[in-house]
């Protein structure tokens, strides 16, 4: 067996212990997959020889590469106002940890609750977050699927160009506890009876074309 065919073998070994530590860190799988590629590119070119323990030395290089991608896509969001979802997300207890922890969704939901009004807030929630079609919204707010890219449209323009609005505490937990109750037990018609109560209740619903 060649060198390189060794090297793949304890990478290929230790993938899953060290998909696990960069998505600790990262909390996005697809960025954590792009730390393992960065990992393994440095593997093959280290000088194995000198490496006394593998299993520590890609623990640590891994932990090193993945708190480099956290702080640039931290520094990313905090120069772009628009709330930013690591990726559509997924329903089921697994995810449930990370997305408690996670501090940018909060911050991320609490700028839709200063920006949007309780329609674009419903839109942009369903569309981006949790991927609804666009027919699905429609249904569900009484808009044409044209009147609901209308509402996504103005709702991302108002998230990078509007002044943020004063603080609601009480709106904004009650929209974080909705989200998480999503993702952590998959109903997300609960999540859809929310955010259209809001917007019934607002009396905001702009009327189909």
């Known amino acids: 067996m060649s060198a390189l065919e060794q ?7 230790l993938g899953p212990r060290l998909f696990g530590i960069a998505y600790r860190v990262v909390r996005c799988a697809s960025e954590a997959e792009d730390v393992l590629q960065d990992v393994w590119v440095r593997w093959q070119h280290t000088d194995r020889s000198a490496v ?3 299993a520590a030395y ?7 590469l993945a708190i480099n991608v956290a ?19 997924a329903t089921g207890d697994d995810l449930t940890l990370a997305v408690e922890r996670d501090e940018d969704l909060e911050r991320a939901l609490v700028l839709l609750v200063e920006r949007l009004t309780p329609a674009e807030r419903a839109v942009y929630v369903l569309r981006e977050a949790f991927v609804h079609p666009y027919t699905r919204i429609a249904e569900l707010l009484h808009l044409s699927p044209v009147n609901v890219r209308q509402v996504l449209s103005r709702a991302r323009r108002r998230l990078a160009t509007a002044r943020r609005g004063p603080a609601r505490t009480v709106e904004h937990r ?6 998480l109750a ?3 037990t998959g109903d997300v018609a609960a999540l859809e009876t929310f955010l259209v109560s809001d917007v019934r209740g ?3 619903l702009p009327r189909a074309a």
């Open 7 to 13: 090297a793949a073998g304890t990478f290929m070994e």
């Open 71 to 89: 702080r640039s896509a931290r520094r990313r969001r905090e120069t772009n106002a628009e709330p930013w979802f690591h990726e559509p997300v």
């Open 58 to 64: 890609l623990s640590l290089v891994t932990t090193r």
């Open 52 to 54: 006394r323990n593998d």
């Open 174 to 179: 009650r929209l974080l506890a909705a989200f």
């Open 202 to 204: 607002a009396d905001r």
């Open 182 to 184: 999503a993702a952590r």
